[in-house]
T-cell receptor
């Protein structure tokens, strides 16, 4: 079956630090990969996605590259801001019904 | 474009009581999901609808949970009777029928506390 493994949090960084949140997956078929973000008190929002190997998804300074050979989709940002503090979820969808399967989330805390 | 609407935002009930949540998906989205998100965990799928038919309800605890999507638009999720371990955020999401590469859109969720 499908599953997503994310690094445990919280990840605590100072403003302008470099961010990496690791995500690996197992999937049947050829999945699409997603990062969702959940700000405090809000619902899940799509941050970025990639649909085929070596694709790079990017948005708001965040990037993630679909690595089929390592079954990974790590999230990176070169310089984080306090406003990036949130919970980040890696997810995949594959198979005929494309039901999104989520990792357990990684909390990011950015200090001024 | 209006997003996925859910109500209520918060609900507190005693164990063994019943509760219902409502979801209105994005207009034109054929696929609707209900997820349960327990604190500190990722969302777990409860049920998927395609129009007004159930596609996958294998993770739904059918002895106490039920869901329906009459007319293929709005949906309700019911818990009867509630248990303490049902305390969670219940997320509704909708998806166009585009399939590959398209993403699900989520509502803000209903936070349920069972005491």
């Amino acid at each position: 079956g499908n599953s997503v493994t994310q690094m445990e949090g919280p990840v605590t960084l100072s403003e302008e630090a470099f961010l990496t949140i690791n995500c690996t997956y197992t999937a049947t078929g050829y999945p699409s990969l997603f990062w969702y973000v959940q700000y405090p008190g809000e619902g899940l929002q799509l941050l970025l996605k990639a649909t085929k190997a070596d694709d790079k998804g990017s948005n708001k300074g965040f990037e993630a590259t679909y690595r089929k050979e390592t079954t990974s989709f790590h999230l990176e940002k070169g310089s984080v801001q306090v406003s990036d503090s949130a919970v980040y979820f890696c997810a995949l969808a594959s198979g005929g019904s494309y039901i999104p399967t989520f990792g357990r989330g990684t909390s990011l805390i950015v200090h001024p | 474009e209006a997003g996925v609407a859910q109500s209520p935002r918060y609900k507190i009930i005693e164990k063994r009581q019943s509760v219902a949540f409502w979801c209105n998906p994005i207009s034109g989205h054929a696929t609707l999901y209900w997820y349960q998100q327990i604190l500190g965990q990722g969302p777990k799928l409860l049920i998927q609808f395609q129009n007004n038919g159930v596609v996958d309800d294998s993770q739904l605890p059918k002895d106490r949970f039920s869901a329906e999507r009459l007319k293929g638009v709005d949906s309700t999720l019911k818990i009867q009777p509630a248990k303490l371990e049902d305390s969670a955020v219940y997320l509704c999401a909708s998806h166009s029928s585009g399939g590959f590469g398209t993403e699900a859109f989520f509502g803000q969720g209903t936070r349920l506390t069972v005491v």
